[in-house]
Nanobody, 120 residues
Framework: QVQLVESGGGLVQAGGSLRLSCVTS????????MGWYRQAPGKQRELVAS???????KYADSVKGRFTISRDNAKTTVYLQMNSLNPEDTAVYYC??????????????WGQGTQVTVSS
């Protein structure tokens, strides 16, 4: 019943910025945490950033100070503002939702993903 749809990916030069959006359709009950994951070719999927229903955020060390996760007032859309992009950020980015377990997102619902490519 619940679906997540990402948008905003594309090609950008190193040092540039992109803003990803994840629109939620349907209601999410008890799955009050959301986040962004990414997966580059030949690498494992990793958590980039997460946000709880109360607005608390966490970031991977590699993106701290460069990326910002946020949610709109209606809590229907989550965003990922990405600044100072570098080629190592190239990956497919996935929106996810799930419960908070010990303060950490446990994803159970996934979007289809959006490609982010940062040129050298």
């Amino acid at each position: 019943q619940v679906q997540l749809v990402e948008s905003g990916g594309g090609l950008v030069q190193a040092g540039g910025s992109l803003r990803l959006s994840c629109v939620t359709s349907g209601r999410i009950f008890s799955l009050n945490a959301m986040g962004w994951y990414r997966q580059a070719p030949g690498k494992q999927r990793e958590l980039v950033a997460s946000i709880t229903g109360s607005g608390s955020t966490k970031y991977a060390d590699s993106v701290k100070g460069r990326f910002t996760i946020s949610r709109d007032n209606a809590k229907t859309t989550v965003y990922l503002q990405m600044n100072s992009l570098n080629p190592e950020d190239t990956a497919v980015y996935y929106c996810a939702a799930g419960p908070s377990v010990a303060g950490t997102l446990a994803p159970v619902i996934w979007g289809q993903g959006t490609q982010v490519t940062v040129s050298s």
